[in-house]
């Protein structure tokens, strides 16, 4: 087996063309120029079976490595005989399913023939030394490893309500050109199957795409400022920020708040469209999955959005009615306009007016009674799925008397604990700055509180991580929004060091950036400011 000299190394595009491959990564200049999906060059050395004794072997030798080489274009999606589930189980299942059959190819993968001169064993040895030289990220198509990122993530806690439109991706790619969605899908495919198979060439590839993501985005920004697009904002063009904010939280290596201007990018896009055209379809998926990822911005940067005002909150529901999720969403969105209210009357101390100090009480006391509400109806409508009947210290709705009582309740369901941990912290950041704003209040009992629902945040991560329901989608990216605010906010240290200990894990371990507060600068675009 031996290198042969001018054999191109041309992605298969060209080859197939038979003119001159540029070789650049991830997509060579000629298939930018006719606009095709480059299966890119080829990596590394290339052998091939060599034979002196007549033509005929040589052909047939040469026929084997074409056999291989088509594999890896968007046709075949993998090259046998080399064990994907031997990278992550995962990413080797690529067998067709209801969710993925717009992706796969309709046609068989042509059957592997060995060359009449070598033995079946001396053929493997040879399959695995051509494939060796290969990334093991080539192996599986793009379009294939789009389809398993997006069944990975639909498998997730929550996905029929907040994932609904993942599925409806390959739809709107094979109908129209959308670039930013394209190379964003690419790269946080790459991203996920990189961090699960710790596959560094996987990761380097996705960084390139998504380079070419935000590119492909400022160029989309662009033409919507100036009106340039006759089509307007369309789901594309929202899901493509999405995607890149998903992106970001996978990698902790990059900047700490992109994750966050992206979605601010989304969330401006979706306001421009107006709350009418949120009522229906992908579009009202995109919209429950979007204002919930930017409850954790706002409470955050402690800026109130567009999507906490009484027209966001009601119009887009005018055709769907809510959910007992749904509900406390509404509620969530209203507490960071509060924080930043309570924040502004906690900073001038002494100096603050009466009137601001009782505004800002007011409005932390109508959240509290809100989430308080919630919760008994949650918990009677959980009750009565059971058959069960509420008890009464449920129909009280006596926050101080039932906290211990809350604490100690189970779930049957990894989003029933997700739930129940966005419900807690909201009663924490409520508590909280309830403390900060009125030193006439029993802050004993308060920070007691504050202490009883933050162990049950812990409870409820515990549970969410022994039930290993994330495994395969990256990790609980949700949950470092109510784990933050228990290490920031329990006066209990070893809440606060347990909460820590967890996303230190996650970030060690899986890759996810869980620092919500931007701390590094940033060299990604401010596409926020951009479309402002």
Known sequence: MARVGGRSRGCANCRQKRIKCSEELPSCSQCVKCGKICPGAVQGNIFIMSSFKDNARRKKSRGVS????????????????????SLHPSFGKLQATPLNQLLL?????PRRTSPSHATPSSY????????????????????????????CLTKTPGAPMLKAWLPQLPGILSKRSAPT??????????????????????????????????????????????????????????????????YEMTNCNTSTDAWMRHLCAASKLM??????????????????????????VTTDQRKPSFLATDLWRSVPFCETEKSSFDKLVDILTVIPLALS????VAALGDDSTPQARDEAATKLLEIRRGLEK????????????????SPSYMQAGDAHLTTSLRVTALYDDPFEAECRALYDTGIILVSHAQILISPLLDSTTLREEIVA??????????????????????????????????RDTSPNLQQSQDADAFMAHWRKHRGINTDLTGSKSSSIINVTTTIG
């Open 271 to 296: 306001e421009m469209r107006g709350p009418e055209a949120c009522s229906s379809g992908f579009a009202h998926a995109l919209f429950r999955a979007l204002r919930l990822a930017m409850i954790y």
């Open 181 to 246: 969605l394209t190379f964003a899908l690419r790269a946080v495919s790459l991203a996920l199957f990189g961090s699960l198979a710790n596959d560094k060439g996987a990761q380097l590839e996705g960084i390139r795409w998504y380079e070419r993501g935000l590119q492909s985005q400022q160029k989309d920004l662009i033409l919507l400022t100036n009106g340039a697009l006759a089509s307007g904002v369309t789901d594309e063009a929202i899901c493509g920020p999405i995607l890149l904010a998903f």
């Open 124 to 151: 493997d040895k040879y399959i695995l030394q051509l494939l060796s030289s290969q990334p093991c990220y080539v192996l599986l198509d793009r379009q294939r490893m789009s389809g398993r990122f997006i069944e």
């Open 374 to 389: 919630w919760w008994t109806e949650y918990t009677c409508e959980l009750m009565q799925e059971d058959g069960l009947n």
């Open 66 to 85: 074409e056999t291989v080489s088509k594999s890896q274009d968007s046709g075949t999606g993998i090259i046998v005989p080399l064990a994907i589930e």
């Open 341 to 344: 209210v309570s924040d502004a």
């Open 453 to 486: 629902h933050g162990s049950s945040i812990l409870l409820a991560v515990n549970y969410i991580e022994r039930q290993e329901v994330w495994k395969d989608a990256g990790g609980p990216f949700r949950l470092t929004y109510p784990l933050k605010v228990v």
């Open 105 to 109: 190819p309709t046609r068989r993968a």
